[in-house]
C-alpha cells in the first residue's frame, strides 16, 4: 500500500495503508529461495523506502538490505520503488557499503516544476530531488538512475514543461517511464482546474 496520497494516484485507494512484513519473514524466505538456487532478489513496494515506518518494530530499508546482503548465495540486491521525500542518507550510503546492492534505483520525479509538485502532493522540491541525485551520484558513480514523469498535469503551463526538460537534461536519466496525466476515480486532481487537452 502507500501512505503518500499523491494527488494523481489511486493506490492508496485502492491497495490501503504501507504494510510492513517482518524482517526476519523477509530473510526466511529469501534463504528459502536461495536453497532452491535463486541468486538475485529484487525487494518490491510501492515506497520500500518507508518500510518499517507502520509498525516501529520492523526496522529500516538500510537494515534490511544490510541484512539480505549477509545471506549467503544471494549474489544481487536490487529494489524497486523509492519515493524522493523519504530517500535519507543511510539508503543512499547502501550504494557505497553493500556489495550485493545493484548499481541502479528507480527515483520517479514526476515533474521539474515546484509548482506542479505541490499541485500533486509530492512532499519535495526540485532542488531536493537534484540533491538527492547529486548524492547517489558521489555514493556510487556508476549507478543507472531511472525515473517516471507525467506531463500534461492539471495547471501545467508551457514554463512548467520546460522545467521538466530542464531537470532531464541535468539528470541524464538511464531510462524514464513518460506518462501523460490522466483522470483517476477517488483522486484529488480529479477535481483540479486547468485540464490539459490532447
Known amino acids: 500500500g ?4 499523491c494527488s494523481y494516484c489511486v493506490v492508496p485507494y485502492v491497495r490501503g495503508r504501507e504494510k510492513s512484513r517482518p524482517q526476519e519473514d523477509i530473510i526466511q524466505e529469501i534463504q528459502q529461495l536461495c536453497r532452491r538456487g535463486v541468486r538475485e532478489v529484487t525487494l518490491l513496494g510501492q515506497n520500500v523506502n518507508s518500510y518499517g515506518s507502520d509498525n516501529g518494530r520492523t526496522g529500516s530499508f538500510p537494515r ?10 544471494i549474489e544481487r540486491i536490487r529494489f524497486i520503488t523509492s519515493h524522493p521525500k523519504d530517500l535519507g542518507d543511510d539508503l543512499i550510503r547502501c550504494f ?4 550485493k546492492l545493484c548499481p ?6 514526476q515533474s521539474g516544476s515546484n509548482k506542479i509538485l505541490r499541485l500533486m502532493n509530492r512532499g519535495y522540491t526540485r532542488e531536493e530531488y537534484m540533491a538527492k541525485v547529486e548524492g547517489l551520484r558521489r555514493a556510487c558513480p556508476p549507478i543507472a538512475i531511472t525515473s517516471d514523469v507525467i506531463v500534461g498535469f492539471p495547471g501545467e503551463t508551457d514554463e512548467d514543461f520546460e522545467q521538466t526538460l530542464a531537470l532531464m537534461d541535468a ?3 538511464d531510462d524514464l517511464f513518460s506518462f501523460n496525466y490522466s483522470d483517476r476515480p477517488m483522486t484529488a486532481a480529479i477535481r ?6 490532447a
Open 96 to 99: 557505497s557499503s553493500l556489495g
Open 104 to 109: 541502479h534505483i528507480h527515483l520517479p520525479f
Open 171 to 173: 539528470v541524464h536519466f
Open 2 to 5: 502507500c501512505n503518500n496520497f
Open 192 to 197: 483540479f482546474e486547468g485540464k490539459i487537452p
Open 64 to 73: 534490511l538490505l544490510e541484512a539480505v546482503n549477509e545471506v549467503t548465495g
